[in-house]
């Protein structure tokens, strides 16, 4: 984004943050021109894509907690699971695997943003389902535990995408060029 800025300085970028699902709508309605998700394998029509990284999945805890998720799933708990609004993938991908598994469900605090997830685990209320990159920097502190588990979730990607169509504006052009020479 800073490299963009000093490059062209006169385009003016307005930043949103929504649910993976919602900022794909929001390209397709013509809200926006650039949106970038963390979700599993993409087949979109009417959308141009380009894979980035794969995202490992990690279930965190905070450091005085138990760091094994089978004595969260085995024992019960009264621990949260603290997570993102409805529509979130990584979320969803959870849910749907404990689900699949016939895991007990956990009790939910929906928290609105990634900082207010971490500072909930870090206070003890419970664990979170988040891509490692987001917390890499906690869990390198300290502040942060990955839980050790069994479990395999489904492989998340990050990606940005563009609406398919003839036009494109030249600083969307722009921003895609230079996001995919940074990566």
Not at 29 to 53: I, K, N, P
Not at 56 to 78: C, R, W
Not at 136 to 145: M, N
Request: charged letters at 25%; glycine letters at 4%.
């Amino acid at each position: 984004m800073k490299e963009y800025l000093t490059r062209y300085p006169d385009v003016k970028i307005i930043l949103s943050n929504g649910t993976c699902g919602q900022n794909q709508k929001d390209l397709m309605s013509g809200h926006v021109d650039v949106a970038f998700m963390v979700w599993t394998r993409l087949e979109l029509d009417h959308c141009v894509y380009h894979q980035f990284h794969k995202e490992e999945i990690v279930l965190i805890t905070a450091p005085n907690k138990s760091q094994y998720f089978d004595d969260y799933k085995n024992n019960g708990t009264t621990d949260y699971f603290i997570t993102n609004e409805e529509g979130c993938s990584y979320r969803s991908m959870f849910e749907r695997y404990l689900a699949n598994h016939k895991l007990p469900k956990f009790q939910i605090m929906e928290l609105w943003s990634l900082e207010a997830i971490k500072q909930a685990v870090m206070s003890g209320l419970g664990f979170a389902a988040l891509p490692y990159i987001t917390v890499k920097h906690e869990v390198e502190k300290g502040l942060l535990k990955i839980m050790e588990h069994n479990e395999e979730f489904e492989p998340f990607y990050s990606y940005v995408l563009v609406k398919s169509k003839k036009w494109q504006s030249p600083a969307a052009k722009k921003f895609i060029e230079l996001t995919l020479e940074s990566i």
